[in-house]
């Protein structure tokens, strides 16, 4: 916040200054930081058991805050415009990597993130679903203590499951993905305005949620440990209480069915379906770029091969998603049912959702 009252505005690429590694080694963390920019969202730092555990949050401000007061605040004798200039020409430096608001929302840049670290985001939310597994592991026995109410096992397995739905979002965010810089033309490591996520990082991403997020992998949870996600009968602040939280049952289904949403969402968006039509165009001869056809192929394999399940919750899971699937499909080949507010308000602009999946993608 002082950041801002200084006229910083929020950085959500500055998480990526470092690699996972880099994260966990307070040599270099306490030198520079453990992201770019305090004017990022970032989430606690937390290691998997057995693995290097740096500090749980960064301890100074970061390399782009520097240079970002350098430039609205430094006193500069004789000719002021040069020496901005000067100090604005360090842009395409990577510890001063920036992203505002606007670049989260509108250029699906899959390292533009609130609650990431690391410089590879994909790699960050399998790290956070291993994290999440583990923990979830005897979480009824961690969690509660004897003489406790059980409702406190129910609020950990939501932040945890929680954890699967972060890492989809950041997977998925990769397909048709985009990197997106404001460096000008002629900066000395300038980047060109637009480049497309490589083709093998797409596929790494759309193999991981195909094999975890869609097969049900992930989703295997212990009877007893979903008997004992109760609720407070306490209505009060803080508390998930029953007349609050829709009673005691657990939608665990509708959960783990809106966790999968998030990658048919995004795989059968037809915005990314035109830009991965187009960035066939964009990418170099020797480059591999990720077809729409691999993402139907590997989405239809993924939740029809798999037809019967021996264990029955994850059959469950199984039939919700093939009907889920099933629907889209048929809706991309017929279109939307159209809206009864159409005629009644024919004259209003609504935006989004106006397009249409490409030809390609309804054959």
């Given at each position: ?15 990526g ?124 026995g ?47 490591g ?14 790494e ?13 992930a ?18 602040w ?6 609050y ?39 170099n ?10 993402v ?40 939307q ?26 054959s």
């Amino acid at each position: 916040e002082v950041g801002h009252s200084l006229g910083l505005r929020h950085n959500f690429r500055a998480s990526g200054m470092l690699s996972l590694d880099q994260i966990n080694n307070t040599n270099i963390t306490h030198l520079k930081g453990m992201v770019g920019s305090v004017m990022d969202y970032n989430p606690v730092n937390i290691s998997r058991k057995g693995q290097p555990q740096g500090d749980y949050a960064t301890t100074t401000i970061g390399p782009y805050d520097y240079w970002a007061i350098e430039y609205a605040y430094k006193p500069v004798e004789g000719d002021e415009p040069a020496e901005l200039k000067k100090i604005a020409a360090r842009s395409p430096e990577s510890d001063l990597a920036y992203a505002t608001d606007e670049d989260m929302f509108l250029n699906d840049d899959p390292y533009v993130n609130t609650y990431d670290l690391g410089n590879d985001p994909l790699k960050y939310g399998e790290e956070r679903v291993m994290l999440a597994t583990e923990l979830l592991k005897d979480l009824d026995g961690k969690i509660v203590k004897d003489g406790e109410s059980w409702a406190r096992v129910r609020r950990a397995f939501s932040v945890l499951v929680g954890q699967y739905g972060n890492a989809t979002y950041l997977a998925s965010s990769f397909i048709g993905g985009q990197s997106v810089t404001r460096d000008f033309k002629g900066g000395q490591g300038a980047h060109d305005p637009v480049t497309p996520i490589p083709g093998e990082k797409q596929r790494e991403a759309l193999t991981f949620l195909a094999k975890t997020m869609l097969t049900g992998d992930a989703f295997h949870f212990s009877p007893a440990l979903l008997r004992r996600l109760t609720t407070e009968n306490w209505y009060h602040w803080g508390s998930e209480s029953m007349f609050y939280g829709g009673g005691v049952d657990y939608p665990i289904y509708d959960r783990v069915l809106a966790i999968q949403r998030i990658v048919l969402n995004r795989c059968f968006d037809p915005a990314v379906l035109s830009r991965l039509e187009n960035q066939a165009l964009q990418a170099n001869p020797d480059a591999k770029p990720l077809q729409m056809a691999e993402v139907f192929q590997t989405l239809t394999d993924s939740v029809w091969g798999q037809v019967t399940p021996k264990d029955a919750s994850v059959a469950t899971m199984h039939r919700n998603l093939q009907r889920e699937h099933l629907g889209r499909l048929c809706r991309m080949v017929l279109g939307q049912r159209q809206s009864p507010f159409g005629d009644m308000y024919g004259y209003v602009v609504f935006l989004g959702g106006s397009r249409t999946p490409p030809a390609d993608a309804k054959s």
